[in-house]
């Protein structure tokens, strides 16, 4: 079952090296028009930024990710 994120993190990633070395504004307008979940709303959008921030490194880490535990917290099983 695939979640919204891994739908979006593959079309994030190829728009973010597609556009590598324009302005943001542009890399902006081509992220927006590769939107692929119709209405810009509710809990897919909401995703579809947050990848964005993660792909582009103004947010750190994606707790989403399978792999990344904090250091602080051990596994529980």
Same mark, same amino acid.
Request: charged letters at 35%; a positive charge.
């Given at each position: 079952?695939?979640?919204?994120?891994?739908?979006?993190?593959?079309?994030?990633?190829?728009? /973010?090296? =597609?556009?590598?070395? #324009?302005?943001? +504004?542009?890399?902006?307008?081509?992220?927006? @028009?590769?939107?692929?979940?119709?209405?810009?709303?509710?809990?897919?959008?909401?995703?579809? /930024?947050? =990848?964005?921030?993660? #792909?582009?490194? +103004?947010?750190?880490?994606?707790?989403?990710? @399978?792999?990344?535990?904090?250091?602080?917290?051990?596994?529980?099983?």
């Amino acid at each position: 079952m695939r979640t919204w994120r891994d739908s979006a993190r593959p079309i994030i990633a190829k728009v /973010l090296k =597609e556009m590598h070395g #324009q302005p943001e +504004k542009e890399i902006k307008k081509a992220l927006r @028009k590769a939107y692929p979940f119709g209405a810009r709303s509710m809990h897919p959008y909401k995703i579809w /930024l947050d =990848e964005i921030k993660v #792909q582009t490194g +103004k947010r750190k880490f994606n707790m989403r990710a @399978k792999d990344i535990v904090p250091e602080n917290q051990g596994q529980l099983f």
